[in-house]
Structures are given as structure tokens and as C-alpha cells.
């Protein structure tokens, strides 16, 4: 081979957009509705603490050099995410249940349980995008040869063995549900709706803007949802309650589509924003109010100035 493998970019013409019947889309909405507001009523504890931007990045440039498609980056990220909770949850049981049974034992275990979850880490991480490229088989499979040829170049030594005993651990973790909608299925498919309810900005000209879009509120996750967070609640310093309720907002994956679409539509072309902001209200339900506040702060994050002004709320309770 002459050189590395240049990663396939994504171009407008690997989406068909209209090829889908209404009565397909519909119950495919529907569905994800329902899961998506299944995950905003479970959301609790530490969820999106491993979403943080260096991981994010690790994920994103890793399955760059690999020549996956987006979907398989977006879903690495989050079966990481899910994984490493769990991890972090037994981690704290055990050293709970060896704090009761010795207290003077505790401290040296708590450390090695650590430091076994931080030295497998990378290995990990790898995992999970090679399982997210076989959810993709359709397109590219990571092999372990390729994976343990990056692992080497890293500094790390692993058998081939240790690769599948690694795939196993995340799989058995989350009881093999690892098939999970990304917030791209909720973007892709509110833009099929659109494109249906006639919207006047083309589905696959907001296409490669909200994949842009998306990359930077993953890139960004923290800030952008602690802006969103001081806006909602008008308080530039939220109290550790509000903080705790707003987990459920950071994995409404509907909510993050809708605001990458309007985002986009504004930077499209700005004098349809309203209009594409009023498509998305009437197709998820979800406030125009929101959907502006979300496109805002996506664009002060991303584009700066020239963002749509703040729409007008009525006072919210205190929480």
C-alpha cells in the first residue's frame, strides 16, 4: 500500500431522503418517541460523565483513521458511556461492601479496583467502537488484527484473546443491548419528516450541517448543556438539585435533534428558521420556546454572533 487509507467522507449522495412511506415514518417516529422518552425517565445518577471532550475526540479521530461512517463514532460514544457507568457503579459497590466488612482494607482495594478500570480503559474504548462497527456490518468491520496493530502502536500488549474477553465484558455489562438509537437516528429521521411536511430548506442540504453540528455538541457536550442549563433556570450558578434534574434534558435525544436542526436551518438559510422551528414543534410536540432556547445556545457555541434572538418564556417556578 503506497500510503494510510484516506477516511471516506460522508457526501450528500449516500442519503435518500422520500424513499420511505408516510405510514413507515410514522410508526419509525413513533418508536423512537417512545424509547427516547423511556431513556429521559430513567436518566439519573452519573449519566454523560463520559461524554467528556477528550474521550469524545479519542472516539471521533480513532474511527476517522478506521473509515467509519458517522453513526459508528456517535455510537461508540455512547455504548462507552453506558459501559463505563456501569463499571463505575460496581466499582462502588464493591468498595462499599469491603468498607463494611473492613474498614482498614478498604482503601487499598478502592485503589486497585481503580486503577484495573483506568489501565483497561484504552482497551475499552477500542472495544466499543469495534462493536459499534459490527452494528454497522453493512459497511466496515474493525478486525482485531487492525485493532491490535493500534493498540501496539500505543504502547499496549494484547492477545487477540483479550480483545474478545474484552468485547464479552462490554456486551455482558449491558446485557447485549448496545443496539441503541443515536441522537443522528433522531436527526435523520425528524429530517424524512420534514421533507414530507414540505419544509423549504432541502433535507440533505441541513444534513451535512447538522453531522457538523452534532460533532460539536459532542465536542463540546459539557459547556453547551451548562449554558442551556443557566438559561432554563435564569441562574448563572444552578444549585446541585437543578443540576440533578436537568440529567433527564442531557439524554433527550429528541430535544438535541430538534436543536441541531434548527441550528442548521439558520445557518442554512435564516429566513426559514421560524418556519422549520414550527415544522419540529408540531411533529415532536416539544415547545417553540425550547427548540429556540437549544438553537441558541448551539449557535453562540458554534457561530458566535448573528444567532436567532432569545425567544420570550414566562417566569418558570422555582425548583
Known amino acids: 500500500m503506497d500510503g494510510p487509507l484516506r477516511p471516506r467522507l460522508v457526501s450528500l449522495s449516500d442519503f435518500q431522503f422520500g424513499a420511505v412511506t408516510t405510514e413507515t415514518i410514522e410508526d419509525a417516529l413513533l418508536h423512537l418517541a417512545q424509547q427516547n422518552e423511556q431513556a429521559v425517565q430513567e436518566a439519573a445518577g452519573r449519566m454523560g460523565s463520559f461524554r467528556e471532550t477528550r474521550i469524545v475526540e479519542f472516539v471521533f479521530l480513532l474511527s476517522e483513521q478506521w473509515c467509519l461512517e458517522k453513526s459508528v463514532s456517535y455510537q461508540a460514544v455512547e455504548i462507552l458511556e453506558r459501559f463505563m457507568i456501569k463499571q463505575a457503579e460496581n466499582i462502588y459497590r464493591q468498595a462499599t461492601l469491603q468498607l463494611r466488612e473492613s474498614e482498614k482494607a478498604e482503601p487499598q482495594n478502592w485503589r486497585a479496583l481503580k486503577e484495573q478500570l483506568f489501565n483497561k480503559f484504552i482497551l475499552r474504548l477500542v472495544s466499543c467502537v469495534q462493536l459499534a462497527s459490527k452494528l454497522s456490518f453493512h459497511y466496515k468491520i474493525i478486525s482485531n488484527i487492525t485493532v491490535l496493530n493500534f493498540l501496539q502502536a500505543l504502547g499496549y500488549q494484547h492477545t487477540k484473546e483479550e480483545l474478545l ?9 449491558l446485557n447485549f443491548q448496545i443496539n441503541l438509537p443515536t441522537p443522528l437516528t433522531y436527526v435523520e429521521m425528524l429530517l424524512e419528516v420534514l421533507g414530507y411536511n414540505g419544509c423549504l430548506v432541502p433535507a440533505t442540504q441541513l444534513h451535512a450541517t447538522c453531522l457538523t453540528l452534532l460533532d460539536l455538541v459532542y465536542l463540546l457536550h459539557e459547556p453547551i448543556y451548562e449554558s442551556l442549563l443557566r438559561a432554563s433556570i435564569e441562574n448563572s450558578i444552578p444549585s446541585k438539585l437543578q443540576g440533578e434534574k436537568f440529567i433527564s434534558v442531557k439524554e433527550d435525544f429528541m430535544l438535541l435533534a430538534v436543536g441541531i436542526i434548527a441550528s442548521s436551518a439558520f445557518i442554512q438559510n435564516h429566513e426559514c428558521w421560524k418556519q422549520v422551528v414550527g415544522h419540529l414543534q408540531s411533529i415532536t410536540g416539544i415547545a417553540f420556546e425550547s427548540i429556540a432556547e437549544f438553537s ?20 418558570s417556578p422555582n425548583t
Open 165 to 173: 474477553e474484552s468485547e464479552l465484558d462490554v456486551l455482558k455489562s
Open 296 to 315: 441558541y445556545t448551539i449557535l453562540t457555541h458554534s457561530v458566535g454572533a448573528n444567532t436567532p434572538v432569545r425567544q420570550q418564556r414566562p417566569p
